[in-house]
């Protein structure tokens, strides 16, 4: 699919992955919705390509006007969702005080980063069948991201992990429903990025997992790396069902 001239609507926009996608599709000449529950924009000075929206991903009500919003201003052709909104969350089952995890904890991490994420999905999917097919019958592109949590996940992740690989786990069926509209999903599954959602790991936790790496021995890079493989991801038609794992080689064992 052509970015150029098309609609995309990056949620999490405000930050780390969801920033750098966005900023790259906008160098790509696209028209990008930013769609993000912090309320600020860094795109000043390009509103004639960018709907900066304020909506949480949970909210059917939010998103239904941020489509419709994207609708009055770019027209009917949002030819893509990527999914980047999503927290972190971390407890074990049972914590060392013996006392059991929060459930509400458990529940809001699943919320988010799973639940919004469908919500935005099934929403977005619903405009897309309804607009015109391009080349070779393709309307859209799902992108959602999970995280290597969902196979690798450590002590603490249990909720984060539950949520990933609901994600992840969406990918198969999701495409079966859609393809016949000629919507691809594709969900990207993250190692460690430099973004501010691991900055709040201590250093010593972050050596343990950089150590499991192969090569390189960094964290990920959001611009050029992650945005890079969503963009190619767009781009090539023959990319549908598929989770792909961007982490420099790391399988996580043990910490
Ligand atoms: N950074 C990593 O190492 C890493 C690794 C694997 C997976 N991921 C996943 O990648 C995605 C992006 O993470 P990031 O590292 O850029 O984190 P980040 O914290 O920098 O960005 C997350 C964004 O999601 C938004 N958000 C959170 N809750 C929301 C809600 N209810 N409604 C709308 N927006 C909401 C935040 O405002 C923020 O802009 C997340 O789903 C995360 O789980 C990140």
Not at 38 to 51: P, W
Not at 181 to 190: C, E, K, L, Q, S
Not at 233 to 242: F, G, R, S
């Given at each position: 699919m052509y970015i150029k001239g098309n609609t995309f609507i990056v949620t999490g926009g405000g930050s780390g992955l969801g920033l750098s996608t966005a900023q790259q599709l906008l160098k790509l000449e696209a028209n990008v919705i930013?769609?993000?529950?912090?309320?600020?924009?860094?795109?000043?000075?390009?509103?004639?390509?960018?709907?900066?929206?304020q909506a949480d991903i949970t909210s059917e009500e939010e998103i239904t006007k941020v489509i419709q919003q994207a609708i009055e201003k770019f027209g009917e052709n949002i030819r893509g969702v990527i999914n980047c909104g999503g927290i972190a969350g971390v407890g074990r089952i049972v914590g060392p005080n013996g006392k059991?995890?929060?459930?509400?904890?458990?529940?809001?991490?699943?919320?988010?980063?799973?639940?919004?994420?469908?919500?935005?999905?099934?929403?977005?999917?619903?405009?897309?069948?309804?607009?015109?097919?391009?080349?070779?019958?393709?309307?859209?592109?799902?992108?959602?991201?999970s995280s290597i949590a969902y196979q690798d996940g450590q002590t603490g992740q249990v909720a984060y992990s539950a949520s990933k690989g609901g994600v992840a786990s969406m990918t198969?069926?999701?495409?079966?429903?859609?393809?016949?509209?000629?919507?691809?999903?594709?969900?990207?599954?993250?190692?460690?990025?430099?973004?501010?959602?691991?900055?709040?790991?201590?250093?010593?936790?972050?050596?343990?997992l950089l150590k499991q790496a192969e090569f390189p021995v960094r964290p990920g890079k959001s611009d050029g790396e992650f945005n890079k493989l969503v963009i190619h991801?767009?781009?090539?038609?023959?990319?549908?069902?598929?989770i792909i794992r961007i982490d420099g080689g790391i399988r996580l064992g043990k910490l």
């Open positions: 930013d769609l993000k529950d912090d309320g600020k924009s860094f795109f000043k000075g390009r509103e004639k390509n960018v709907l900066f929206i059991p995890l929060d459930l509400d904890s458990f529940k809001l991490v699943v919320n988010v980063n799973l639940i919004g994420t469908f919500n935005v999905c099934r929403l977005v999917a619903a405009q897309m069948v309804k607009q015109k097919p391009l080349e070779e019958g393709e309307r859209g592109v799902i992108i959602n991201v198969l069926p999701m495409t079966r429903d859609l393809s016949k509209f000629g919507i691809r999903v594709v969900t990207v599954a993250p190692g460690p990025f430099e973004t501010p959602m691991i900055s709040i790991m201590n250093e010593k936790s972050r050596q343990k991801l767009i781009e090539n038609i023959y990319m549908n069902a598929e």
